[in-house]
C-alpha cells in the first residue's frame, strides 16, 4: 500500500509571499473572493483566483498551474461556451477586486474541485486554500449532506490550511426551515 505524506511541520508552506488560492463562482458572494484578496494582500501574495468547470475534464496539467482541458461529450463543439465564462468570470473579478489592492490571477480549471484547487496549490507553492461555505438554500445542504462540501474535501485530501468563508449564517434561536 502507498504511504500518503501526512501533515507535519516541515510540509508547512509560509504565510509570508506565498500565493492564495481561491475557488470561485459565479453565484457565490462577494465576501468569498473579498476575503481571500485581504489574505493575499496582507501576505503580499499573488491571489489565485481559480473557476473548476465540473462540466469539463482535465487532459493536461501543467506546472504553472493550468490545465488543458476539454468537454465531457468530445461531440459537442462547446469551445466558445467554455471561454465565454471564463471571461465573464474575469470581467467579474476585475471589478471585485479592483479596490483591493490585491495582485490576482484567474485560472480555469477542470473536473472536481477539490482535486483541481489542490493541483493548483501544489504547483503554486499557495500557503492557503479558501473556499465559501456552501451552496445556499435547502438544495446547497442537501447538496452537501450527500456529497460533502468542498472544504471538507480539501482538508482530507493535502496538507495545506483551508480557510472557510462562511457565505450566510443561521439564527441559533431560530428553528431550521427545510422548504
Avoid at 62 to 85: C, M
Wanted: glycine share 10%.
Amino acid at each position: 500500500m502507498r504511504q500518503v505524506p501526512q501533515p507535519h511541520p516541515s510540509r508547512i508552506t509560509p504565510f509570508a509571499g506565498h500565493p492564495v488560492v481561491v475557488g470561485v463562482t459565479p453565484e457565490q458572494p462577494e465576501v468569498v473572493a473579498l476575503t481571500a484578496a485581504s489574505l493575499a494582500k496582507g501576505q503580499r501574495a499573488t491571489l489565485y483566483c481559480a473557476y473548476v468547470d465540473p462540466g469539463r475534464v482535465t487532459d493536461r496539467e501543467f506546472p504553472d498551474g493550468t490545465v488543458e482541458h476539454s468537454g465531457l461529450d468530445p461531440d459537442l463543439p462547446d469551445y466558445g461556451a467554455w471561454h465565454a465564462r471564463a471571461d465573464a468570470l474575469t470581467a467579474a473579478l476585475g471589478r471585485l477586486l479592483a479596490g483591493s489592492g490585491a495582485t490576482w490571477e484567474f485560472r480555469y480549471l477542470a473536473g472536481r474541485p477539490d482535486r483541481a484547487l489542490t493541483h493548483l496549490a501544489r504547483a503554486v507553492d499557495a500557503s492557503a486554500i479558501v473556499v465559501g461555505s456552501g451552496r445556499p438554500g435547502t438544495g446547497g445542504r442537501l447538496h452537501e449532506a450527500l456529497e460533502g462540501s468542498v472544504g471538507t474535501h480539501l482538508a482530507h485530501h493535502q496538507h495545506r490550511p483551508v480557510i472557510v468563508v462562511p457565505t450566510s449564517v443561521v439564527d441559533w434561536k431560530t428553528p431550521l426551515e427545510w422548504r
